[in-house]
């Protein structure tokens, strides 16, 4: 038995196949009622659009790339969700592409390569400011950033120095000294991002407010291995100079399950000895009780879709920029 065509689609629903093909498309010129009808002759019949036969017909490729550091973290995990439920809802193919370091990032940037052949782009937490006033990215595809800022493009992201401030202005409330474990990023200008940077800013200007020391600052890679390195620097220091208890900022929420899990290997108890404050509020950090800052990262990355689709849909006006900010949810570890 042949696959349903989009002439049966039509034909069951009584429309043209124009219509049809404007419902795939998720065109705003057709009727509710109209629209209801074609996806329910669709539900029915399982008719699935042939991808190629639309390209053809349309000149589009119905593929969005994203453009990302990295696809292997808790994070990015959670922000694929966010753009995939809005682009898969418009009908769009997503192509992730990982960059991983600087030299990938600049193939990337070139115009012919196998990112350009989609439909739009999304850019995932670089500092890409300067690229897009130098026109260095070729601005007739359309381009979106999402946890990232820049002039003149559409972005959404997060308000990482607010976040950074919380974290600070609920530490300087808790007993002992005060620690911080930040997440090391790449030097380049072109290859950055200044998420970390802003959550230590807001983390300092908040300690400075309150006249509240910093005892010690540490870094750590984004990875399980080194952030476990620093919290044994951390806690080596700490109990070396009798700075327990203490309270310390992690950056991001790998950290502060490195921090926990060291602490609780030396007898340390989360909490009172150790208090630790993380950044993401990642699936896990509620059953483990810790006390983080939460992202709305899938509405950041659904958000960010929408703002491109609309683009794909004709809206030719100026950049807009959607800020989401991080809130204080406070458990046991602090």
Same mark, same amino acid.
């Not at 003149?152 to 950074?164: E, H, P, R």
């Given at each position: 038995m042949r696959p349903p065509t989009i002439q049966d689609v039509a034909r069951a629903a009584g429309v043209g196949v124009?219509?049809?093909?404007?419902?795939?498309?998720?065109h705003p010129s057709v009727k509710g009622s109209t629209r209801e009808t074609v996806l329910r002759v669709i539900t029915e019949l399982e008719y699935t659009p042939?991808?190629?036969?639309?390209?053809i017909a349309g000149g589009k490729s119905y593929t969005i790339s994203v453009l990302l550091p990295v696809v292997t973290t808790e994070f990015y995990v959670r922000l694929l969700d966010g753009l995939e439920t809005a682009f898969q809802d418009a009908r769009y193919d997503v192509a992730i592409f990982p960059l991983l370091?600087?030299?990938?990032?600049?193939?990337?940037?070139?115009?012919?390569?196998?990112?350009?052949?989609?439909?739009?782009?999304?850019?995932?937490?670089?500092?890409?400011?300067?690229?897009?006033?130098?026109r260095r990215?070729?601005?007739?595809?359309?381009?979106?950033?999402?946890?990232?800022? @820049?002039?003149?493009?559409?972005?959404?992201?997060?308000?990482?120095?607010?976040?950074?401030?919380?974290?600070?202005?609920?530490?300087?409330?808790?007993?002992?000294?005060?620690?911080?474990?930040?997440?090391?990023?790449?030097?380049?200008?072109?290859?950055?991002?200044?998420?970390?940077?802003?959550?230590?800013? @807001?983390?300092?200007?908040?300690?400075?407010?309150?006249?509240?020391?910093l005892a010690g600052e540490y870094t750590a890679g984004f990875d399980p291995h080194s952030a476990r390195q620093a919290a044994v620097t951390l806690l080596d220091r700490a109990q070396e100079k009798g700075e327990l208890p203490c309270t310390v900022f992690a950056s991001a929420d790998l950290l502060a399950g490195a921090l926990m899990d060291e602490a609780a290997a030396r007898g340390l108890r989360?909490?009172?000895?150790?208090?630790?404050?993380?950044?993401?509020?990642?699936?896990?950090?509620?059953?483990?009780?810790?006390?983080?800052?939460?992202?709305?990262?899938?509405?950041?990355?659904?958000?960010?879709?929408?703002?491109l689709l609309s683009r794909l849909g004709g809206y030719k006006g100026a950049a807009r920029a959607r800020k989401f900010t991080p809130r204080l949810v406070v458990r046991d570890t602090a």
């Amino acid at each position: 038995m042949r696959p349903p065509t989009i002439q049966d689609v039509a034909r069951a629903a009584g429309v043209g196949v124009g219509t049809v093909s404007r419902v795939l498309n998720n065109h705003p010129s057709v009727k509710g009622s109209t629209r209801e009808t074609v996806l329910r002759v669709i539900t029915e019949l399982e008719y699935t659009p042939n991808p190629h036969a639309r390209r053809i017909a349309g000149g589009k490729s119905y593929t969005i790339s994203v453009l990302l550091p990295v696809v292997t973290t808790e994070f990015y995990v959670r922000l694929l969700d966010g753009l995939e439920t809005a682009f898969q809802d418009a009908r769009y193919d997503v192509a992730i592409f990982p960059l991983l370091d600087r030299s990938r990032l600049e193939r990337y940037l070139g115009s012919h390569t196998l990112a350009y052949q989609a439909d739009g782009l999304v850019m995932a937490t670089y500092n890409l400011t300067g690229m897009f006033n130098e026109r260095r990215l070729r601005t007739q595809q359309p381009t979106v950033l999402v946890d990232a800022y @820049g002039e003149g493009v559409d972005c959404a992201y997060m308000d990482n120095l607010a976040g950074g401030r919380l974290a600070g202005e609920y530490a300087v409330t808790l007993p002992g000294t005060l620690h911080a474990l930040w997440v090391e990023t790449e030097l380049d200008q072109l290859f950055v991002t200044r998420v970390f940077e802003e959550r230590r800013s @807001g983390f300092l200007a908040a300690l400075q407010a309150a006249e509240r020391p910093l005892a010690g600052e540490y870094t750590a890679g984004f990875d399980p291995h080194s952030a476990r390195q620093a919290a044994v620097t951390l806690l080596d220091r700490a109990q070396e100079k009798g700075e327990l208890p203490c309270t310390v900022f992690a950056s991001a929420d790998l950290l502060a399950g490195a921090l926990m899990d060291e602490a609780a290997a030396r007898g340390l108890r989360v909490g009172q000895d150790v208090r630790i404050i993380g950044f993401d509020d990642q699936p896990w950090a509620a059953a483990r009780r810790l006390t983080t800052l939460h992202q709305p990262v899938e509405s950041m990355g659904h958000e960010a879709a929408t703002l491109l689709l609309s683009r794909l849909g004709g809206y030719k006006g100026a950049a807009r920029a959607r800020k989401f900010t991080p809130r204080l949810v406070v458990r046991d570890t602090a």
